[in-house]
């Protein structure tokens, strides 16, 4: 169902607002070049710091801007259950194709408390659920045993974007729930997980070179190993440079420098350190982007 590419959407601010004119001319590039879809309100979308209001504005706007054109796939994950429910509420009502939810953060729950989490918001809101594992920012694996559960009792759980960053923990999670949409959920890992059965991935890359990212899982797909494998090397550069700070600090960086929208985070996220700011120029540079 979400297979291909989807782009994990910054969001463009302004005088501490969110940018709408910049954040609609971001969704027609990306419909332009063809995306399989849209994240917004992810880790990318700086979700964390939006307010009840402007995640829901988000989310909408992204609805009805794609016009049909591609899926939307909102982020409505929380470590709050009820919070996480009434976003992914808000998504099924508003026409989104499905929930993107990460595991709660801060909280650390064990594996039942993950478990019981993601089945009360399945059980309560009738949508398709992609499960969103990223240890590194929730500080909690969600473990292949945990996923294969809650895809046998929730038949509304039909993926997990895996940020593990452990071919490993893919591996086995494909081999669990054979049926399992497997996202990649790291743009450097895109073509390893294309190698093990995935199905397509949730790039932060994408938003500003959703052509070559594109081009990577096509050329897999159609069997064109050799040039799938010449772009993700291409890329690989680009990618180091968009993770050399906390995203969705350089992508926003580099957004700003191709004049996509302004360099604006909120905090506790920063503008980034010169030096750094010089290597993601240069790798931009070297790219042909600037």
């Known amino acids: 169902?979400?297979?291909?590419?989807?782009?994990?959407?910054?969001?463009?601010?302004?005088?501490?607002?969110?940018?709408?004119?910049?954040?609609g001319a971001i969704i027609e590039n990306q419909k332009k070049y063809g995306v399989d879809g849209l994240v917004p309100?992810?880790?990318?979308g700086e979700s964390t710091t939006l307010s009840y209001e402007e995640h829901e504005a988000v989310i909408e706007f992204a609805v009805k801007a794609v016009k049909g054109k591609m899926k939307v796939l909102a982020g409505t994950g929380s470590n709050s259950t009820d919070e996480a429910i009434h976003f992914t509420s808000f998504a099924k009502k508003i026409g989104c194709d499905g929930a993107l939810i990460v595991s709660?953060?801060?909280?650390?729950?064990?594996?039942?408390?993950?478990?019981?989490?993601?089945?009360?918001?399945?059980?309560?809101?009738?949508?398709?659920?992609?499960?969103?594992?990223?240890?590194?920012?929730?500080?909690?694996?969600?473990?292949?045993?945990t996923v294969a559960k809650l895809c046998k009792d929730c038949k509304n759980i039909i993926g997990v974007k895996e940020?593990?960053?452990?071919?490993?923990?893919?591996?086995?999670?494909?081999?669990?729930?054979?049926?399992?949409?497997?996202?990649?959920?790291?743009?450097?890992?895109?073509?390893?997980?294309?190698?093990?059965?995935?199905?397509?991935?949730?790039?932060?890359?994408?938003n500003i070179v959703p052509q070559e990212v594109i081009s990577l899982e096509r050329a897999f797909k159609s069997g064109n190993i050799k040039e799938a494998q010449r772009i993700h090397y291409k890329l690989l550069p680009l990618i180091k440079a968009m993770f050399i700070e906390?995203?969705?600090i350089p992508v926003k960086t580099a957004a700003a420098m191709l004049g996509m929208c302004g360099p604006e985070l909120r905090l506790p996220m920063c503008e980034m350190d010169e030096a750094n700011k010089t290597k993601l120029e240069k790798a931009m540079k070297d790219f042909?982007?600037?």
């Not at 309100?41 to 990318?44: A, I, Q, V, W």
């Not at 049926?179 to 994408?206: N, Q």
């Open 288 to 290: 042909g982007l600037i």
């Open 41 to 44: 309100c992810g880790s990318t």
């Open 104 to 145: 709660p953060y801060y909280n650390k729950p064990t594996q039942k408390g993950l478990y019981l989490h993601f089945k009360q918001i399945a059980d309560s809101v009738d949508i398709p659920i992609v499960l969103y594992n990223i240890a590194g920012r929730t500080a909690v694996n969600i473990e292949t045993a």
């Open 163 to 206: 940020a593990s960053g452990s071919l490993d923990q893919m591996s086995a999670v494909k081999s669990a729930v054979a049926e399992i949409e497997l996202i990649s959920g790291d743009d450097a890992l895109t073509l390893p997980l294309l190698s093990i059965g995935g199905c397509g991935v949730i790039s932060v890359l994408s």
């Open 246 to 248: 906390t995203n969705p």
């Open 1 to 23: 169902m979400f297979h291909g590419v989807y782009t994990a959407l910054i969001t463009p601010f302004k005088n501490d607002k969110i940018d709408f004119d910049a954040l």
